[in-house]
């Protein structure tokens, strides 16, 4: 009878053990860190499995690996964003040399090299500024008064499974900034698919026709930067974004 009393309490307590355990599991529900990635210029971090590569191939000649195409004289391991091809025939080559009315090659696409799917935003600032335009025409534009202007222009292409979260952009540090959803060609935001290579965004800018002396060498350039989070998980893309901010400003 004695053994049988000791066994029922070792049971007991083992069952209460658990549970204790079960709930400060629970409990660290809200401070579970989701699986996202994020890209901007050269600064980037993984964490988690999410793994998108922002890749310009004519803007640097980046790959969708990450790699980079390399010139004649040099193996592929020796290749970098600055010799990235034979004729050196590249965007950031070409916007070495800016003039109004001038289109350089810029073509941001994105691979998700992960074996998750996760939602995906792509933002693109573009810089502005208050100056005289002329149209392509050569007249001039606003009566020849100054107007805020955005110094680049782009065409987004059609197949590449994107579209604008607004159709206005946000105004930010002298920018204006618009962000675009995958949608995959519908007009609702799904996941990027694992293994998934989105085509470029755009393939080309162009330069505003801005009257000379106007802008100087400092003028910012065109970004494009990305965020990406799991979709596993999340009943709705707004959930998953929700945990992504409160993530990223926790």
Same mark, same amino acid.
């Given at each position: 009878?004695?053994? $049988?009393?000791?066994? @029922?309490?070792? !049971?007991?307590? $083992?069952?209460?053990?658990?549970? *204790?355990?079960?709930?400060?599991?629970?409990?660290?529900?809200?401070?579970?860190?989701?699986?996202?990635?994020?890209? =901007? +210029?050269?600064? !980037?971090?993984?964490?988690?499995?999410?793994?998108? &590569? =922002?890749?310009?191939?004519?803007?640097?000649?980046?790959?969708?690996?990450?790699?980079?195409?390399?010139?004649?004289?040099?193996?592929?391991?020796?290749?970098?964003?600055?010799?990235?091809?034979?004729?050196?025939?590249?965007?950031? @080559?070409?916007?070495?040399?800016?003039y109004a009315g001038k289109v350089i090659r810029k073509n941001p696409a994105? @691979?998700?090299?992960?074996?998750?799917?996760?939602?995906?935003?792509?933002?693109?600032?573009?810089?502005?500024?208050?100056? *005289?335009?002329?149209?392509?025409?050569?007249?001039?534009? &606003? &009566?020849?008064?100054? +107007?805020? $202007?955005? =110094?680049?222009?782009?065409?987004?292409?059609?197949?590449?499974?994107?579209?604008?979260?607004?159709?206005?952009?946000?105004?930010?540090?002298?920018?204006?900034?618009?962000?675009?959803?995958?949608?995959?060609?519908?007009?609702?935001?799904?996941?990027?698919? +694992?293994?998934?290579?989105?085509?470029?965004?755009?393939? $080309?800018?162009?330069?505003? &026709?801005v009257v000379g002396g106007q802008i100087d060498e400092k003028t910012e350039?065109?970004?494009?930067?990305?965020?990406?989070?799991?979709?596993?998980?999340?009943?709705?893309?707004?959930?998953?974004?929700? +945990?992504?901010?409160?993530?990223?400003?926790?």
């Amino acid at each position: 009878m004695e053994k $049988t009393k000791k066994k @029922k309490k070792i !049971r007991n307590r $083992t069952k209460a053990m658990i549970a *204790i355990g079960l709930i400060a599991l629970l409990s660290l529900g809200g401070t579970m860190a989701y699986m996202t990635d994020y890209e =901007l +210029a050269s600064n !980037r971090f993984t964490v988690g499995k999410v793994d998108f &590569n =922002l890749y310009e191939s004519d803007w640097d000649g980046e790959l969708p690996n990450g790699e980079y195409a390399s010139p004649s004289d040099a193996t592929p391991s020796d290749a970098t964003s600055s010799d990235a091809s034979p004729s050196n025939a590249l965007g950031i @080559k070409e916007a070495e040399n800016m003039y109004a009315g001038k289109v350089i090659r810029k073509n941001p696409a994105i @691979k998700n090299n992960s074996k998750n799917d996760a939602y995906l935003r792509m933002t693109v600032k573009v810089p502005v500024a208050s100056v *005289i335009t002329v149209a392509d025409n050569g007249v001039v534009n &606003n &009566n020849g008064e100054e +107007a805020d $202007t955005e =110094l680049f222009t782009y065409m987004v292409n059609e197949d590449c499974g994107m579209q604008p979260l607004s159709p206005y952009p946000k105004e930010e540090d002298g920018c204006h900034i618009y962000e675009y959803i995958y949608t995959g060609g519908g007009q609702h935001e799904i996941p990027v698919p +694992a293994g998934h290579d989105i085509p470029p965004l755009f393939d $080309t800018v162009r330069f505003a &026709n801005v009257v000379g002396g106007q802008i100087d060498e400092k003028t910012e350039f065109i970004h494009v930067d990305f965020k990406a989070i799991q979709s596993g998980g999340f009943g709705s893309p707004d959930e998953a974004w929700a +945990a992504y901010e409160n993530q990223s400003h926790g």
